[in-house]
């Protein structure tokens, strides 16, 4: 293991892909620990630079390798086989997008499990850290197209990306709460793939997610997702950079018509209204630290009018304007004030 993925040669022609081959055979043992421990190696062979020999013998067995590693997953939560699973998938991305469907459901299955038993477990909280990781790495990998202007390609694309968001989008929403908070990111960065690459319009359950995007920056307790005094304006507006590239996506694939016409039942509000309070509570948030996720607001309201014609959000102009105006004359960081000015010229636009 500490030699597979550092010497140039392990001997004679051959035999890297000979040890490689061992390792896979080691990881369908009967027994656990023996399965653990090739798994683990396996890792150091994955990550040789160059290696077609070793390349073509997991290729040739990627089904197999798989199956083995989501197998051993489940029956122990080990960090390193997690490590092992992701490795292989950011290796073959282009071959991991067949399997995608099932990764995804055992994986968000796996953490649901890890997480339900990891309350005083360190070693159970990195493995479900680990199984959120790859979650991200399978979607980044089904993200691709070999031939981005081919339109059937791009559509076997969406109808992808809408089917992996039945197995998804309980996980999502879990992520997505005060109880998620730690795999948080993640969680947002698995919606941004769901609403960035599904079809547009974007279907309705993938617009499920949203209220929570605000709830996380706002505040508002409802029936569905009850609220603790302390929490009750929110309990991550600190991560609204990381929640710009969902909601840009919702605002610019909903279409913009949609998005416009949207509401949250629950919780009375419009979507654009929803979008107004994320932007003036960052946007007025103060200490000279938060100005960062300030500018992530106001980008998060150039969007608004970059992506909409006159005159649907017409309304909207002022109340930005106006909010925008009164922040200016205490912006301290450059990045707070270019993106205000760009703003202006947005609106103005």
Known sequence: QQLANKAPRLGPAGAAGTACSECLRLAADPELPVRVIAATCLEAFLEREGDDEVRAVVAENLAALLE????????????????????LIESFPSEIVPFAARLVAQLANQFCQMTAASKDDDDAEAAAMGSVATIVSVLQACSGLQNPEDAAEQQRRSELFVSLAEPLLPLVSRLLTPDGIDYMEEGLEMLSYLNGFCASPIPTQIWAPFPRLYQAVCGR???SLPLPEVLKDGWAPDLVGYMIDPLLNYIARGPPQVFLQGTWAEGGMTYPDMIFDIVRKVLHTPGIGSEKDGASGVELAMSLFEYNAAPAVDNWLPRYFNELWIRLPSVETSDLRRATLLAF?????
Not at 75 to 86: A, D, G, P
Not at 345 to 349: D, I, N, Q
């Open 345 to 349: 010229g947005a609106m103005l636009w």
């Open 221 to 223: 307790a409802t029936a």
């Open 68 to 87: 083995r590693l989501l197998r051993i997953l489940s029956e122990v939560q080990c960090e390193e086989v997690s490590n092992t699973l992701q490795v």
